[in-house]
């Protein structure tokens, strides 16, 4: 349990000058107003910012950090006010906490949108005052730890599953790889339960055995340095669970074929003494070839730099090492925290903010996305990087996510670069325009006034500002040519009624009808009717509709019960409810598959009605997002909808008896099966099966899992 003395101990350690008594203060007001408040755990409330305090301490924090860390909670959860924070302990402090508590006051209609609006504030706090995030990982970190306390399953498995998706990208980016490796591993434990189990007791079946070895290579690695005049540090350490989980799934590998489940960091004095280093252990040992990385020539956005090499080591196993200076040991361990410094009325330092460009663009892009799905999709990119280091004919370096090709290099010369591209050389040589792009090659852009993008880039370019200059182009077409179209139907159908649809729009009658069909002005409607989002009839309707006697409103609303009989019988033969519109033909996206209990969204096709993709569909995500309407289950379903799973098992006599028994049992109908052995002996099987939703499906793949000699079972896409 820590305690204040702690906190302030930490601090004097590593600033003598530090203004103790500030902190303090900031701890004798939280006890004031948190007083009575307890967590799940039964400790008082006040442990949990005196913890995420104790955090910021470890990382090295000044006192207004600190103070802030302390407070971050009483304006959310206290009687304490705004004016009340600011008198007390100045306009930096009240900044900083009031960041933090708009990040955690955020209600919305699903759990997508609050997701998206999580990162939208995060971006713009990050902008502002890096702190603010800085104190809200440290406090989710606390969290975290205490998940245990909670007594719902599902909402465990909810905090976890925003932590891998929020949280824990923002860490990486920021560079404090602990807070990022510690929340992943927690996160893990309550996202895929037995996943984690598994990989720990595998993990722990040998780990004497790899305790000794791991100080056998420490030692061989420290006698060697030492012969050379090489003073350093030498530390050994086993790869974190969802790490290996990540490269199992990622690689396809089974835990016994991952053989670097070890990794050592060797730490020096300077930068000529690690490349020294080096060739020092590449002469001990083989070098695996292209698994060698330099971060010091080219560092990581976020300031990382470190060697990094993998060697098969002692006993012909793999192992890696991580070779920097004592200085780029500390920007591992804390990230930006190790350079973002404060004075006294003044922002960090200039050069710090360019590092961290990515920030800016994020900044830049997020007002372009107003559907929460297509802003995720887009965000998460920036957040997920695997960086390759480009350059442009004049020699500027620029780093780009791992895939990205000419066109995402060209949009971050300038949209205008993009929007012109018409070819594109790679180290000198003509290449096609969808060419991935390494570490090293020099890019050079052709461009061509006039020239525009093509809609096929879409499916190809991976960065946001690219996706987001290329949308905008394809969606001005697209508007352009619903606007025409939408008034062409419109004009055909007003003629058929003996009506002119130009005379309709100068009517007062217009602006009724806009209103209640819920658009903006006319523009907006004639669009939709182009996009198929209107019909021209249902134009037609309301504007022809005269005010209404008794009488009329006692037929229309036996007509309405009679249409909404008719409307939950077709929902319960779909199974889909489409918001806004009625009596439209309902598809089923072939790529995903979507069951009832999948997250939908559903794309219109003109002359092909609604098709229903599950969220996250990449076909889906390649769609224009002006076609998508909101969908959802009905209640009371019982179709059931097909669905696809693999089993990777070692192959045995009675496998696919056990199989099918196991998928009837649970009351799944199996449409068809394929079995394939590989020479290793390993078998493939595919099952088309039909379920009632995602429910029955978990309870598929779990049973199959029970079945001796399955290795793994997942749904197929």
């Known amino acids: 349990m820590i305690r204040i003395n702690d906190i302030t101990d930490k601090v004097l350690d590593y600033n003598i000058d530090a203004d103790i ?12 107003v948190h007083q009575g408040q307890t967590r799940l755990s039964g400790e008082p409330y006040l442990m949990h910012p005196l913890e995420v305090a104790g955090i910021l301490a470890d990382m090295k924090f000044d006192e207004v950090s600190i103070a802030a860390a302390l407070l971050h909670d009483v304006i959310e ?36 949108e609050r997701e998206a609006e999580n990162i939208r504030k995060m971006i713009l706090a990050m902008a502002d005052d890096i702190r603010v995030i800085l104190i809200k990982l440290a406090d989710r970190l606390h969290n975290m730890r205490t998940l245990h306390f909670h007594k719902s399953d599902e909402k465990k498995r909810k905090i976890a599953q925003e932590t891998l998706d929020i949280y824990t990208p923002i860490a990486a980016r920021l560079g404090i790889y602990w807070i990022k490796s510690e929340l992943e591993n927690i996160a893990f434990k309550y996202t895929m339960p037995n996943e984690f189990r598994r990989i720990k007791s595998m993990v722990n079946t040998d780990k004497e055995d790899r305790m000794e070895y791991v100080e056998e290579v420490k030692n061989l690695i420290l006698d060697k340095m030492e012969k050379s005049g090489l003073g350093c540090e030498v530390f050994g350490r086993h790869k974190q669970y969802y790490s290996i989980f990540q490269k199992m799934v990622s690689q396809d590998l089974e835990f016994r074929e991952i053989y670097d489940l070890t990794a050592f960091r060797v730490i020096l004095e300077s930068i000529p003494q690690c490349y020294e280093a080096l060739g020092l252990i590449h002469s001990m040992w083989k070098p695996i070839p292209n698994k060698f990385k330099d971060y010091i020539g080219v560092p990581k956005p976020n300031m990382y730099q470190s060697l990094h090499t993998t060697m098969i080591g002692p006993y012909g196993e793999r192992i890696e090492i991580q070779i920097r200076t004592k200085e780029m040991d500390r920007v591992a361990k804390s990230g930006i925290a190790a350079h973002w410094t404060y004075k006294e009325g003044s922002k960090a330092d200039e050069k710090l903010n360019n590092q961290f460009t990515w920030i800016q663009n994020l900044l830049d892009t997020h007002q372009d996305y107003k559907d929460p799905k297509e802003f995720l999709e887009n965000v998460k990119i920036d957040l997920f990087p695997d960086d390759v280091y480009v350059f442009t004919p004049q020699g500027e370096i620029k780093n780009m996510p791992k895939g990205a090709c000419p066109v995402d290099f060209a949009y971050t010369i300038h949209t205008e670069v993009g929007n012109q591209c018409i070819g594109a050389k790679v180290n000198g040589r003509l290449v096609s325009l969808n060419h991935e792009l390494q570490t090293g090659d020099i890019v050079e852009i052709m461009t061509r006034k006039g020239s525009h993008p093509s809609k096929d880039w879409i499916n190809f370019v991976i960065t946001v500002k690219a996706r987001s200059r290329i949308r905008q182009w394809i969606k001005s077409q697209d508007t352009e040519r619903s606007l025409d179209l939408g008034r062409e139907m419109l004009d055909k159908t007003f003629k058929k009624k003996r009506l002119n649809f130009s005379t309709a729009i100068k009517s007062g009658e217009i602006d009724r009808v806009i209103e209640e069909l819920g658009y903006k002005n006319i523009d907006s409607l004639i669009t939709a009717v182009g996009y198929g989002k209107v019909t021209p009839l249902q134009v037609l309707g309301k504007f022809t509709q005269k005010p209404s006697t008794p009488e009329d409103q006692d037929k229309l609303l036996s007509k309405l019960m009679n249409r909404v009989a008719e409307k939950k019988k077709r929902i319960t033969e779909d199974g889909v409810m489409v918001k806004g519109l009625d009596d439209i033909l309902i598809r089923f996206g072939k790529c995903c598959s979507p069951v009832p209990g999948d997250s939908i969204i559903g794309y219109i096709t003109i002359g092909q009605g609604v098709t229903v993709h599950r969220i996250g569909c990449k076909s889906a995500l390649k769609m224009n997002p002006d076609r998508s309407v909101d969908v959802e289950w009905a209640d009371g379903i019982t179709e059931s909808y097909p669905v696809t799973i693999e089993v990777k098992a070692m192959d045995r006599v009675g496998l696919l008896a056990d199989l099918s028994l196991s998928i009837s049992k649970n009351n799944a109908n199996i449409l068809s099966a394929n079995t394939e052995i590989k020479s290793t002996s390993v078998s ?34």
Do not use: P
């Not at 595919?686 to 749904?715: A, C, H, P, Y």
């Open 21 to 32: 008594d500030f902190i303090r203060r900031a701890y004798v007001y939280s006890a004031q």
């Open 77 to 112: 959860d206290t009687w304490a006010s705004d004016e009340d924070l600011k008198e007390m302990f100045g306009e930096e402090v009240h900044i900083i906490v009031a960041g933090v508590t708009k990040l955690s006051v955020l209600t919305f209609g699903s759990s997508q």
């Open 684 to 717: 493939f099987c595919f099952f088309k099966i039909t379920v009632d939703g995602t429910d029955r499906l978990d309870r598929v793949l779990n049973d199959i899992k029970k079945i001796r000699s399955i290795q793994e079972v997942k749904r197929v896409t």
